[in-house]
């Protein structure tokens, strides 16, 4: 036995009062004098804890038991909770989750970008259930429990989480688990079958077998006998991304639309497309009624993807220039946006935001407005070669608020923008991710 190990086991608890949340959504104490991280507990309460892992700076704990409860504690829905590291927040209400994330939001712009927002937006939020149209789901068959695991990492990631549901996956998917298990274990490849990405849209959704080993005999039947019984489409994936094909049926499209736009996107199993369609439709009229475009007005698009938002702004605007770094989604946006109408109306263009832009001839342009979109890492790279000296408006839409504060920073310092509006979005609901939307303007 690893002697630590047992050392933390047979570590006395210790009752802690909980003061604050972390940005990973652990409880955060103190005790003699150290910070202490703990799993599963909230703010206002009062714990019993174990120490599972000391540190110099900090200490990190396990709830043992909750001697006085949070009035926003709420009874998880899913019987993974706890184990599975996919949602973290199931303990605390909807409420009391979105008013956190706001929080940190407005915590991030004063800390690391030095600034308030003249307006605090009224948080974006949807039914918190069944919502995640996208998933990549681990696989691994693990002899000791004479099954096929499938799901998503542990909360100690180098494990798979044993589920037989998860309830914030489109229901059409996270309600046969364990119906994809067997079906897994009955392949003469289960050992090679790396991942399963998960592809929702408004029809049948989609399943991608990533396999590393050639189907054995029997194995496609197997899979499409499984579609057609469980109405899903049934992709397989060989290799790279480029491999990606349909093993069943002869002819599927995903498509997801904005029914109050009239607008309708195609795309790729594995094309990026925001994960939450009910906050996406929120989000994008959100971004409509803030920028407040007039027709004449002209729109730069940055991180456009398959066209989320281009085509919604291509609409009341008088032209936008959409840019994406991958060539296969620009291409899509140039379909989307051909099939609804507006292919006069938009542009688009391939290009690595993170490089040198200054040969582009898009960049030299004018535009009246801009829309930023960007990954994780945010849009420094961008932000710091690009001037917008027309643009008197700029909606950054961010998944992580600490690269949106920084880039806040550069937004007013380098460019004359003030923070005039931020607020929250409940995209994945349940999670410690943070979504979010910030109005910069000139004048």
Request: proline share 6%; aromatic share 6%; hydrophobic share 45%.
């Amino acid at each position: 036995m690893n002697r630590r190990a047992s050392s933390r086991r047979d570590a006395p608890p210790i009752e802690l009062r909980i003061d604050d949340l972390s940005h990973e959504a652990r409880g955060v104490a103190r005790h003699e004098g150290k910070v202490v991280f703990v799993e599963d507990a909230l703010p206002g309460e009062q714990v019993l804890a174990r120490i599972t892992r000391p540190g110099r700076d900090f200490d990190q704990a396990q709830t043992l038991e909750v001697l006085a409860a949070s009035p926003d504690r709420v009874t998880p829905r899913c019987p993974h909770f706890g184990v599975c590291g996919g949602c973290v927040l199931q303990h605390l209400s909807p409420t009391a989750q979105i008013a956190a994330k706001e929080k940190q939001l407005l915590e991030n712009f004063r800390r690391i970008g030095g600034l308030e927002p003249a307006r605090v937006l009224p948080p974006l939020v949807a039914e918190p259930w069944a919502y995640r149209r996208k998933a990549r789901l681990s696989v691994k068959n693990v002899a000791k429990k004479e099954k096929v695991l499938v799901g998503f990492r542990e909360r100690q990631p180098r494990f798979i989480a044993d589920l037989s549901v998860c309830e914030v996956l489109d229901a059409r998917i996270g309600k046969r688990l364990e119906a994809i298990s067997a079906l897994v274990a009955s392949l003469g490849v289960a050992e090679s079958i790396a991942q399963i990405e998960v592809a929702a849209g408004d029809g049948m959704p989609a399943l991608v077998f990533r396999h590393l080993q050639p189907l054995g005999a029997g194995d496609a039947g197997r899979l499409q006998a499984f579609g057609e019984r469980e109405g899903i489409a049934i992709y397989l994936q060989p290799g790279g991304n480029d491999s990606v094909h349909r093993l069943w049926p002869a002819e599927h499209e995903l498509v997801f639309s904005l029914p109050e736009r009239g607008l309708e996107y195609r795309f790729l199993p594995l094309d990026f497309v925001q994960v939450n369609a009910r906050i996406n439709a929120a989000m994008i009229e959100h971004a409509l009624a803030l920028l407040a475009l007039k027709d004449h007005e002209r729109v730069l698009d940055l991180f456009c993807g398959l066209g989320n938002f281009t085509l919604p702004l291509a609409q009341v605007a008088a032209h936008v220039v959409g840019v994406e770094g991958e060539a296969g989604l620009v291409q899509r946006a140039r379909d989307n946006a051909r099939r609804n109408g507006l292919e006069e109306k938009t542009g688009f263009h391939a290009a690595d935001l993170t490089q040198d832009l200054r040969g582009h001839e898009w960049a030299r342009q004018r535009y009246d407005a801009v829309l930023i979109d960007p990954p994780r890492t945010g849009a420094q790279a961008m932000l710091e070669q690009l001037r917008f000296p027309d643009a008197q408006r700029l909606l950054y839409v961010s998944c992580h608020p600490g690269s949106l504060a920084r880039d806040a920073r550069i937004l007013a310092d380098l460019h004359g923008f003030r923070l005039s509006a931020a607020g929250v979005m409940d995209m994945f609901p349940h999670t410690a991710h943070v979504e979010s939307i910030a109005l910069f303007e000139r004048g």
